[in-house]
């Protein structure tokens, strides 16, 4: 597997980078230290819904170091830029989280436009891989295909009193619709 780096400074500057020897410019790719994004359960989503993510860490929590007790093992999961939030009782530094098995932790939706979403969970060490195979779910005939879906959700229903010829005034509290 080969990789082109190009490095730029922060401060805008461009020039070449000198290494005295080529172990010093070398970069690795080792996948064992590549979490693994497995999929997000269930797929349909709602504002305020818990739902579990599906992941492997792989090496990753070897090399995790000096976690605040507030902290998580992971640094985030976004349903496309929406955040998942966790509950700080049910996922922080002592969650138990192991390297090579599938884990599960639980985290509540929030707010996202009705449609098709991208995944991504963040760790120190960059992105997870999402595996497309257990990710991506699709109908019976492969029109629609997403990792996950969002949809409008009804929350509540109130109703007044009726008519008597059986008209019904009803209040539909919910989102997305």
């Known amino acids: 597997m ?7 400074p922060a401060n805008g500057a461009t020039g070449h980078i000198n290494c005295k020897t080529i172990a010093n410019c070398l970069v690795r790719y080792q996948r064992s230290y590549t979490p693994i994004l497995y999929y997000v359960s269930p797929r349909v989503l709602y504002d305020g819904i818990t739902a579990d ?9 070897a090399i995790i170091g000096d976690i605040d007790s507030d902290e998580k093992p992971f640094v985030n999961f976004k349903v ?24 599960r932790v639980p985290g509540t ?6 449609g ?3 995944l991504r969970m963040s ?6 891989k999402l595996v497309e195979e257990t990710a991506l779910h699709c109908n019976y005939d492969q029109s629609d295909c997403y990792y996950a879906k969002t949809v409008p959700v009804i929350k509540e229903m109130s ?5 008597t010829t059986g008209e019904q005034s ?5 989102q997305g619709f």
Do not use: C, Q, R
């Not at 109703?159 to 008519?163: A, H, K, R, V, W």
């Open 2 to 8: 080969n990789f082109y780096l190009t490095v730029l």
């Open 53 to 61: 993510i599906w992941f492997d860490p792989k090496s990753v929590m």
């Open 80 to 103: 496309d830029e929406s955040l998942f939030e966790f509950d700080s009782d049910v996922v922080n530094v002592d969650t138990p989280i192991y390297g090579w098995t599938e884990n």
């Open 109 to 114: 939706v929030g707010a996202l436009p009705n």
């Open 116 to 118: 098709n979403h991208e």
């Open 123 to 128: 760790w120190e060490n960059g992105y997870a």
């Open 159 to 163: 109703s007044n009193t009726g008519y």
């Open 170 to 174: 009803l209040k539909v509290t919910g």
